[in-house]
Every structure is written in C-alpha cells, then in structure tokens.
C-alpha cells in the first residue's frame, strides 16, 4: 500500500510540473534596456544580454530596485525630488520617493501612506539614476502614523529651537545618502 501511494504522489509530481521547468518563461528571457529621457530613465524590454541594462548605465542593484520599487524610477525630476524619511525605531530609517512639491503634503494622504519604505543604500542607488544635482533632492521629514517612534527632531526639551533640529536632522539625512 506504502509503495502504491509513493508511486501515485511521484506520478502527480512529475504531471503538476514540480519537478523543475524545461523552458524560461518570456519575461525571464528579454532582457530590460534602460535609455535616459528627459532627466530619467525609461525601460523596455528586448531580446538582448542579460547585462544589457549594465552597458547602458545601470549597475545590477539599480535594475533590481527598478523592478521592485517601479514607483521610484521615471518621475519628473525637472522641479527636485522629494525624499520622504520616516523612522520605525532609533535607528530604522525608511525612504520615499516623490517628484518635488512646493506645497507641504497632508500630513497622513494617500500618496504618502502608499509609500514603499527602502534603506538609505537601497535609496542612494535610486537617485544615481537620476540627473538631478543634490540641491535639487529635498530632504522631507515625515512622521508616520504607523510608527509609534518620535524622532528626536520631533521633540521639544523646552525652549529648543525646533526649526534648527528639524535641519540638523535633514543635514544627517543628506549624509547618509550622499556622504
């Protein structure tokens, strides 16, 4: 009985394909090709290398970050770009990317809420593939309304200038993606 469910479960196996796969799938074979317009990167996809998008500028992280944070890449930067940083803990940052606003964003909106939070790294490598001079990335401090973290720019100890932390902060901020 023991050996005729073996051979049943291994009959199964072999027709459900769990084996492995004989063939790629059409997305894994073309390659993405990268071109730069207007002040950003464009993506297609073509039959070509795999290391394609590499001899066109992009490094191999800055490609797997496209296709994980597709949000992030393609925005108009001819105004700045906005990098929304959020705190989980003391020492837990997390990254948004929106194109540059004048006006102040509403503190909890759809927009900022639907923000995917990557590192500082992870963010660095995102604004390699834009064209922008780092005076045109605007550093916004955001205190999100899932994280029960304030961060200390946040707080006032009695009379600080409070205005002056929030600068420190973003100064620190700039550091750690352009320093």
């Given amino acids: 009985m023991k050996k005729r469910i073996l051979f049943l479960l291994a009959a ?5 394909g769990c084996g492995g796969r004989d063939e790629p799938s059409e ?3 073309a390659a ?10 464009a993506v297609s996809y073509a039959d070509r290398d795999d290391d394609s998008a590499v001899q066109n500028g992009m490094s191999s992280a800055q490609t797997e970050l496209m296709e994980l944070f597709p949000e992030y890449y393609g925005l108009d930067a001819s105004k700045g770009l906005d990098v929304i940083v959020w705190q ?3 020492s837990d940052y997390s990254f948004g990317l929106l194109e540059h ?10 927009e900022l809420m639907d923000l995917k939070g990557v590192s500082a790294e992870q963010m660095r490598e995102i604004l390699a593939t834009y064209a922008v001079s780092e005076d045109a ?8 309304p899932i994280s029960s973290y304030l961060p200390a720019y946040c707080v006032n100890n009695g ?3 409070m ?6 902060y973003a100064v620190e901020i700039r550091g750690m993606l352009f320093g």
């Fill in 159 to 161: 009379g600080e200038d």
């Fill in 163 to 168: 205005g002056a932390k929030k600068e420190a």
């Fill in 12 to 16: 199964l196996l072999l027709l459900s």
């Fill in 88 to 90: 989980m803990a003391p």
């Fill in 137 to 144: 990335v605007y550093i916004v401090p955001w205190q999100n």
């Fill in 27 to 29: 997305r894994e074979t």
């Fill in 101 to 110: 606003s004048e006006t102040q964003r509403e503190w909890v909106s759809k």
């Fill in 32 to 41: 993405e090709t990268y071109s730069f317009q207007d002040g950003r990167y």
